[in-house]
């Protein structure tokens, strides 16, 4: 970290254009309707691709870029920077948005009211997600985190109804009482050290009492916004009740953003104090959230819940990088970072695609969702439900693989087991309702209730891009050499030597 | 010239090829489901068949690509790997031709010949794998590919049956990658060599090393049926004939006790297994299960379950032939590798017959059945000798080189077990060929296929009598370089070799 703040100051535009075209793009979209409002999309999603490679050739040149805007640097000025770490979390957002703006319009097809709004939201949330992987000062963090909240909770009631109502207040509350405490804990830094930056903190950090209570208040924030156990209560609900492709963008991206913050906050912010017992208190939370999520996820009756349930679970992989600590928990958390946002995104749009055919998404009528045709939605719901056990060939087993490895390198038989405990419990309640599937459906063959018009009432985008997600969970696979290897730019820890 | 040294992943490639064109294929097009099921069987068959040509000529063929930093995807084609190969491409082909036949009129054809190629595809993989990573891979890739036609029916013994399956297979899969990172963690070599690559390491560290060792052979020893992990084999009845034919006989406990092979001869090397004192505890698990299978099989009253007790049992003369530190020996272990597998795939062939044809699923109902079905009795007949072991079958080539061989390196007892396990195999099997041949027809079945001018439908019958007249062949024409025993003799020269 210390060589990183000494590192010639680059000026890049590609970074300001990746915050500010979805935004400008989500105010275009106000003021635009229909399918003007659409083609803002698309613009943005040309634009922050554009953007996105242009910035990844720099990264994989030059192992960190950043900008600052107007010229002022830290500690006034805004910067934003990008390495590694943000360059995986920016092209999971790409892919996930370029899913999720694909099937919006059916999805949301006849409902115009929904539709208007989900485009303004869905931009703003997008500009602060890009924002959150890019910034590197404590105080606009809190902005674009409070952004993020904001554009969340609103895409999470848009359904409508008194139980999304009742889901997104809660979800509301969780929330800013969260970035409440970050703020505090920022306040509580300043008025100690009198440096917001990351990494201008990282360097002369002096560990008082004062810091610790930061640190811990900013966490706890952070936590909540995660859904981390014992912080979780409100995901499922919302999660759950949220139109599928808002909680695809839920699940697979907003929040990994409390996670990734907690990763820059610890890893960047303060290193001094990520030892031993800090390592050990985030291991002892992943661990409670993947067991409990996965528990729970195995007890659940609706196909949504499962899901939901499930990223409890799999967030609490994230957190093993702290008692891990080494090159290889760095790479598996990162490529399960990945490997879950895409899985996640393609299970909620193929649970989503139940829902719409079969009416309902309790797990004892899957049997007649076979029927109704959702062949491609189940396919993918397979193999996404293949990476998310860690099995191989697919993106999830080499982030299982890379963690493993950790986990013998650094000599916990408890880790070890905890991560095979873990594949094993999910592999239990994915094949719970992948069994209900391959059942006979009650009423013997050939009475195909939802068959004809469920089959003709899916359009082809939204029954297909489950499996075109699920194809590239499997394609993760594949291409971890060469991703890892860019995505370990300005990784915080060093090769181990072989 | 590339392309002939990645023969290896063509000839998988082929029958992945053929399960995605098959899954795409609509459930109606039933012609074009059947052209690719057969082209792809036969196209497979003229790879293997080259390939077999050249690594007899002493070529080469690999292929490898990195799939994360340090983990190889590597599949290679060596004479151990063609034996498997070679046994399953040509099993493959009569399995898909009765298969075809078997589900006529039944639904979800389409979903069940798409993971059949899968599997087969999968086995490739097993059989090719040049390191262990390779072989978790498609090892686990079988798992899932058979999970769903163990379940085809739907059922809920079906279901059940497929639960179990899965409990017990993937709990294995977690040990066995538990074992291979610990090996790799320990400084071992992933990858397969002939005489092993472990053998200073294991000196320094026995200890470690004896657990590497039973990890790995108990996640693999569950899809091999060692007992006492062999209670999915029984339960796995339920699925269709041809399925049983391809956990038995085709794929998935021969992968098992491939898997034992190579652990064995490729990462410990027979030297080291033998000096660790690992070998004859494993021979004495592998004479356990003998027993205990055969005396199990002798209780069963319904002919797949006895069937697949008698698996448990034969299967395991592979694992005694392996573990007993001795070239002769070895081949007597690594020929039965396809005689039983030829034998096995003829006895439930036979049993699918009986139950298409006549109803027929528990021994008691096939008296005098030879009378109305003599071609499918008498390829029973000859299975069940070889089973037995009467000369000149090919189950007596492979006992009298494991007792022969057993004899040579001290290890009297065992001519013990065989002899016990010939008595109990002939007191299993000959009351079934009394009532075949000389009980009075009881007629305690019904016409199913009224209208067949054959004892049965040809794609049922041709396939039975094909795979019977080739058990025969393997141990009349023994003495044939290219037989399987000329073929184990040279895989056993080129350990024992070094």
């Known amino acids: 970290m210390n060589e990183a703040s000494v590192l010639p100051v680059e000026s890049h535009p590609g970074l300001v254009l990746l915050v500010f075209i979805p935004l400008l793009a989500a105010i275009l979209s106000v003021l635009l309707d229909g399918r003007a409002a659409r083609s803002t999309a698309v613009v943005t999603l040309a634009g922050v691709f554009g953007a996105l490679w242009w910035v990844s050739a720099e990264v994989a040149a030059a192992s960190q870029v950043r900008h600052l805007l107007g010229g002022w640097g830290a500690p006034l000025g805004i910067e934003l920077m990008a390495d590694g770490l943000s360059l995986a979390m920016l092209w999971l957002t790409w892919v996930t948005g370029l899913a999720v703006s694909a099937v919006a319009p059916a999805s949301f097809a006849g409902r115009a009211e929904v539709s208007r709004l989900f485009w303004p939201l869905w931009l703003t949330l997008w500009a602060a997600l890009n924002a959150t992987w890019l910034a590197t000062d404590l105080f606009n963090l809190y902005i674009t985190l409070e952004l993020l909240t904001l554009a969340a909770v609103a895409l999470a009631i848009l359904g409508g109804g008194s139980a999304a109502l009742r889901a997104g207040m809660r979800y509301l509350l969780y929330a800013l009482l969260g970035s409440l405490a970050w703020l505090l804990g920022v306040a509580l830094i300043y008025a100690g050290h009198g440096v917001l930056d990351l990494h201008t903190l990282g360097v002369g950090l002096e560990v008082g009492p004062a810091t610790w209570f930061a640190a811990a208040l900013m966490s706890v924030g952070l936590m909540a916004k995660a859904a981390l156990w014992p912080l979780h209560g409100w995901l499922p609900p919302a999660h759950a009740g949220a139109p599928a492709p808002v909680s695809a963008l839920l699940s697979a991206l907003v929040v990994k953003a409390a996670v990734y913050l907690l990763l820059r906050l610890w890893w960047w912010g303060l290193p001094a104090l990520t030892g031993q017992g800090v390592a050990l208190a985030f291991g002892v939370l992943g661990a409670a959230a993947m067991l409990y999520g996965s528990v729970l996820a195995l007890m659940q009756l609706r196909v949504k819940r499962i899901i939901a349930y499930s990223t409890i679970a799999q967030l609490g992989y994230l957190l093993l990088v702290f008692p891990l600590a080494s090159m290889a928990a760095w790479q598996g958390v990162l490529y399960h970072a990945l490997s879950h946002g895409v899985a996640k995104a393609a299970m909620f749009l193929a649970a989503g695609n139940i829902l719409m055919v079969v009416g309902h998404d309790r797990l004892a009528g899957l049997p007649q969702a076979m029927r109704a045709r959702l062949g491609p939605s189940v396919a993918g719901l397979v193999l996404a439900s293949v990476s998310l056990m860690g099995l191989p060939p697919t993106g999830g087993f080499i982030a299982k693989w890379l963690l493993l490895r950790a986990a013998f390198e650094t000599g916990g038989v408890v880790w070890v087991s905890l991560i095979v405990l873990s594949g094993l419990l999910a592999a239990a309640y994915l094949f719970r309702l992948l069994a209900m599937l391959l059942r006979r459906p009650p009423g013997g063959e050939g009475d195909g209730v939802p068959d004809a018009h469920g089959a003709a009432s899916l359009p082809v985008v939204l029954s297909v891009m489950p499996l075109l997600l699920g194809i590239v969970a499997v394609l993760l696979g594949f291409v971890a050499a060469p991703l890892l290897e860019l995505f370990l730019q300005g990784a915080p820890f060093v090769e181990a030597a072989p | ?498």
């Not at chain 2, 320990?186 to 200890?207: C, H, N, R, T, W």
């Not at chain 2, 898997?259 to 505890?281: E, H, K, M, S, Y």
């Open chain 2, 1 to 498: 010239m590339a392309l002939y040294t990645a023969l290896p992943l063509l000839a998988l490639m082929s029958s992945l090829l053929a399960a995605v064109v098959i899954f795409l294929l609509p459930e109606a097009a039933r012609r074009w489901r059947t052209l690719v099921n057969v082209a792809a069987a036969v196209v497979k068959l003229i790879l293997v068949a080259v390939m077999l040509a050249g690594v007899m000529q002493g070529h080469e063929f690999g292929f490898a690509m990195m799939l994360a930093p340090g983990l190889e995807l590597r599949l290679q084609a060596d004479a151990l790997s063609l034996l498997f190969i070679t046994l399953s491409a040509v099993l493959w082909l009569f399995t898909t031709v009765y298969a075809i036949g078997y589900l006529e009129n039944s639904p979800n054809r389409g979903r069940f010949f798409g993971y059949f190629s899968l599997c087969v595809a999968a086995t490739m993989g097993v059989a090719t794998a040049g390191n262990l990573f390779t072989f978790f891979i498609f090892y686990e890739l079988l798992t899932l590919a058979t999970y769903p036609l163990v379940t085809h029916r739907g059922t809920p013994e079906a279901m059940r049956g497929g639960r179990i399956y899965l409990a017990y297979t993937l709990a294995g899969g977690a040990a066995l990658l538990a074992g291979i990172i610990l090996l790799e963690n320990a400084g071992g070599s992933l990858a397969f060599i002939a005489g092993g690559s472990v053998e200073q390491l294991a000196v320094d560290d026995p200890a470690l090393f004896s657990i590497i060792f039973w990890l790995l052979i108990g996640g693999i020893g569950v899809k091999a049926a060692l007992v006492p992990l062999h209670g999915w084999l029984p339960v796995a009845m339920v699925a269709p004939a041809p399925v049983s034919a391809l956990l038995h006989a085709v794929a998935v406990v021969k992968a098992g006790a491939f898997g034992i092979t190579r652990i064995v001869f490729d990462v410990f090397g027979v030297q080291t297994t033998d000096a660790l004192g690992l070998g004859p505890v494993l021979a004495a698990l592998a004479a356990v299960t003998i027993l205990y299978g055969s005396v199990r099989a002798l209780a069963q009253t319904d002919i797949k379950r006895r069937l697949a007790f008698s698996t448990v049992s034969q299967v395991s003369y592979i694992t005694l032939g392996i573990a007993l530190a001795g070239p002769v020996v070895a081949v007597g272990g690594l020929v039965h590798l396809v005689h039983q597998g030829l034998m096995k795939i003829t006895l439930f062939f036979c049993a699918g017959n009986w139950a298409e044809t006549l109803g027929i699923h528990r021994i008691d109902q096939l008296d005098g059945v030879g009378q109305r079905m003599p071609w499918t009795s008498a390829a029973f007949t000859l299975g069940a000798l070889g089973m037995i072991g009467v000369p000149p079958t090919a189950g007596f080539i492979s006992k009298w080189y494991l007792g022969t061989g057993a004899l040579q390196v001290g290890h009297g007892w065992v001519i013990a077990v065989l002899v016990a396990s010939t008595v109990l195999n002939a007191a299993y099997f000959l009351p079934v060929l009394r009532r075949l041949w000389f009980a009075p027809p009881s007629r305690d079945w019904e016409e199913r296929l009224p209208g067949t001018r054959a004892e049965t439908t040809l794609a049922l019958l041709i396939p039975t009598v094909i795979v019977a007249l080739l058990a025969l062949g393997a141990g009349v024409l023994a003495g044939l370089s290219l037989s399987p025993l000329g073929w184990a003799e040279l895989i056993v020269l080129r350990e024992y070799a070094r």
